[in-house]
């Protein structure tokens, strides 16, 4: 079966640090990964994206991602983090076998502090 | 571009009442949308897809005649809550997809049943 999993679930960092939130996959098949961040009482808005071509992915925020198919990797990175980041980072697949649905991992909570 | 709303934002009501959530795409038709139930500090639950047109497909466990879905046209979902009850109470969200495999979330709508 396919699975996410978000190596952290909580991440502690101060403003101005880089950050790294680790997302592994599990599938035998193509797939395609997105980030997602939601904000608290909020809905969830895309950070970004990985469908095909360039594994090293820019998005939103100044966060980028890079697909790593050897590693079944899509870490989320920032190099300089901002208070205004803490928020709840979901990865998520879909797998081109099951019929489109986002498996989600379990997030992970990104605490800024100044 | 990709706006999707959700109304009412957030909802209080009595045991035993229907509650409607309404889902709109602003700026794109979605041919698919999908609604999500999430529980605090958790990752989103898929209750339910739905195409244009047709039935909703629900996902294992849910209850369809508990959780109606109208899909009328391209830019409108209903989730009906029937006959709430307290443990009903949660955070839902829908998204949209057009003819790609990203999904847009809607804001969320709080439904609290007293």
């Known amino acids: 079966a396919q699975s996410v999993t978000q190596l952290d679930s909580q991440v502690p960092v101060f403003e101005e640090a880089p950050v790294e939130l680790r997302c592994n996959y599990s599938s035998s098949v193509s797939v395609y990964l997105f980030w997602y961040v939601q904000y608290p009482n909020q809905g969830l808005q895309l950070l970004l994206k990985?469908?095909?071509?360039s594994t090293l992915v820019k998005g939103i925020n100044g966060f980028e991602a890079e697909f790593n198919k050897s590693q079944t990797s899509f870490h989320l990175r920032k190099p300089s983090v901002h208070i205004s980041d803490t928020a709840e980072y979901f990865c998520a697949v879909i797998n081109a076998g099951n019929n489109r649905k986002l498996i989600w991992g379990l997030g992970t909570s990104l605490a800024v502090n100044p | 571009g990709a706006v999707v709303s959700q109304h009412p934002s957030w909802v209080i009501c009595k045991s035993g009442t229907s509650v409607k959530i309404e889902c709109r795409s602003l700026?794109?038709?979605?041919?698919?949308m999908f609604w999500y139930r999430q529980f605090p500090k958790q990752s989103l639950m898929l209750m339910a897809t739905s195409n244009e047109g047709s039935k909703a497909t629900y996902e294992q466990g849910v209850e369809k005649d508990k959780f109606l879905i109208n899909h009328a046209s391209l830019t409108l979902s209903t989730l009906t809550v029937t006959s709430a009850h307290p443990e009903d109470s949660s955070f839902y969200i829908c998204?949209?997809?057009?003819?790609?495999?990203?999904?847009?979330f809607g804001p969320g709508t709080r439904l609290l049943v007293l």
């Open positions: 700026d794109f038709q979605a041919t698919t």
């Open positions: 998204s949209a997809r057009q003819a790609g495999e990203t999904q847009y």
């Open positions: 990985y469908l095909s071509g």
